[in-house]
């Protein structure tokens, strides 16, 4: 990959085994990469998307030049002029030059590449020579000394989901702190339980979100916990695990370079042929972001049911009012905020599929769907950040009760008949229930007019805090 001499103000021209291209003067990218602007315009998706993908394969390039710097293969004049290139972008710097679309052919050649360019003319400035002199320090030769796309590539995807998933984390963990205050602010809140969306028992409305939290909380621990099958990396492999055209000792020197670079424990896999080829980390990891998407959504549902009407539905909370709901029918104010997080658990579920079938379709030594994976696994994981963090600060936060009508449920259903059940036995609490369906009475009234409970006996055990924990009310 050399560049004509012949450059103008506008452009350079760059060589490579298929033959030439004019490339903007303005750009640090080089030919490999204009190729491939050209060839992949799917999603119009950069890889600059997501910004901890371009740091990651910086940290990479970074380590890479520093093993090589100490194993004596690059100079140090090259070394520091990449270094510092990399430590630029590390801050930041450039990334607006990293424009192959996530989706590629390849197997994640042109995202390589992409960074060899940028990298390498980066360098070169900082060396003092103009963008696309090579023959002082190359892309391939140089930046992409001792490595292939096929551990890079690997390596610094898993690094990047390393460094953003605990934004992913800290999101769920807030959403679960809004869930339990309000579960806190809910607790003397009476109300019916529901199964098969029909009266059931009693419960609390604070007993249903502090149900939202713990099974959130459940998620946050398992995704904090995943985080660590991406610590083992490839690194060192190549081409297909063999190490070819590095040296012996370059491998754990550059895993022990990232580590330090990146503060995170990274270890070489000890099968590098497996690793090099392996998506079984990805697809789990999909499969608990497809977990946690099927709870939020879950409870998304459950907010549009207990908040609907306000005056034909349950009404038993308000969600807060975000936005006009209607083009047509003045007055309507749509549950919005659950609705698009639902939206993104569909997405993220259906990512899952992508995932799993790219995983799957992967041949012999190399699995060349990995940027699906990649990209799938990255939409996920920001999109589930963005649905948490607007779930719990635009509607958790938001949400008040509605006291009476929760409580006149429970005075009006049939379903507190089973909490009279241990006193009046089941033949009778059966025949008032099938009576008070069919005359539209009340339980309570049926149950005095027989004399089955006097006022005082039906007072004490629908007391809220015994219908709540029948256990600390003595059956007699």
């Known amino acids: 990959m050399n560049t004509d ?7 350079r ?5 298929l033959g030439s291209k004019k490339i903007p003067q303005d750009v640090y990218y080089g030919i490999q990469t204009q190729r491939a602007i050209e060839n992949f315009q799917i999603t119009g998706v950069p890889i600059s998307h997501y910004p901890s993908l371009i740091t990651s394969m910086a940290m990479v390039k970074k380590a890479a030049a520093q093993a090589n710097q100490t194993l004596k293969h690059l100079s140090d004049t090259k070394a520091n002029a990449i270094v510092q290139a990399c430590d630029e972008i590390i801050a930041g710097q450039w990334h607006e030059y990293f424009v192959v679309d996530m989706i590629q052919g390849g197997a994640g050649t042109s995202t390589n590449m992409n960074a060899n360019e940028v990298i390498a003319n980066r360098a070169l400035e900082i060396l003092g020579h103009p963008r696309g002199a090579y023959t002082h320090l190359h892309p391939n030769t140089d930046v992409n000394m001792s490595q292939s796309t096929n551990d890079v590539y690997p390596t610094a995807v898993r690094l990047a989901i390393i460094l953003r998933h605990s934004e992913l984390a800290l999101a769920a963990q807030n959403l679960k702190h809004s869930l339990k205050q309000k579960g806190e602010e809910f607790k003397d809140v009476i109300k019916m339980g529901r199964t098969q969306l029909q009266d059931a028992v009693p419960m609390s409305l604070g007993q249903e979100f502090n149900a939202y939290a713990t099974t959130i909380d459940e998620d946050v621990k398992l995704i904090k916990g995943l985080a ?4 083992e990396i490839n690194l060192g492999g190549t081409a297909i695990g063999t190490g070819i055209n590095a040296d012996p ?21 000890s099968d590098l042929v497996e690793a090099t080829s392996d998506m079984g980390a990805f697809v789990l990891f999909s499969s608990m972001l497809k977990r946690y998407s099927i709870k939020l959504s879950k409870i998304c549902n459950d907010l549009r049911l207990l908040s609907s009407g306000p005056l034909a539905g349950l009404n038993e909370i308000n969600l807060p009012q975000m936005q006009p709901g209607s083009s047509i ?15 993104v658990a569909f997405d993220v579920i259906g990512n899952d599929l992508s995932i799993s079938m790219a995983a799957e379709a992967g041949q012999l030594q190399l699995n060349v769907m990995e940027p699906l994976i990649v990209y799938k696994v990255m939409q996920s994981i920001e999109s589930l950040i963005n649905a948490s963090t607007m779930l719990s600060e635009k509607c958790i936060t938001g949400i008040t009760a509605n006291r009476e009508k929760c409580r006149d449920y429970v005075n009006n259903s049939v379903g507190i008949v089973t909490a009279l059940n241990p006193y009046i036995g089941y033949e009778n ?16 009234d049926l149950v005095l007019e027989e004399g089955l409970l006097d006022e005082t006996q039906l007072k004490e055990i629908l007391k809220p805090e015994n219908m709540l924990n029948p256990s600390a009310l003595q059956l007699k």
């Open 13 to 17: 021209v760059e060589y490579d085994l």
């Open 429 to 444: 609490a059966s025949r008032i229930a099938k009576t008070a369906l069919k005359s539209g009475r009340r339980v309570i």
């Open 249 to 269: 000792g370059y491998g754990k020197l550059a895993i022990d370079y990232l580590a330090n670079i990146s503060s995170v424990p990274l270890v070489q896999a």
């Open 228 to 231: 660590d099958l991406f610590k």
């Open 5 to 11: 001499s012949a450059n103008n103000n506008d452009y």
């Open 329 to 343: 029918m003045p007055g309507k104010v749509n549950p919005v905020i659950p609705e698009a997080v639902n939206q």
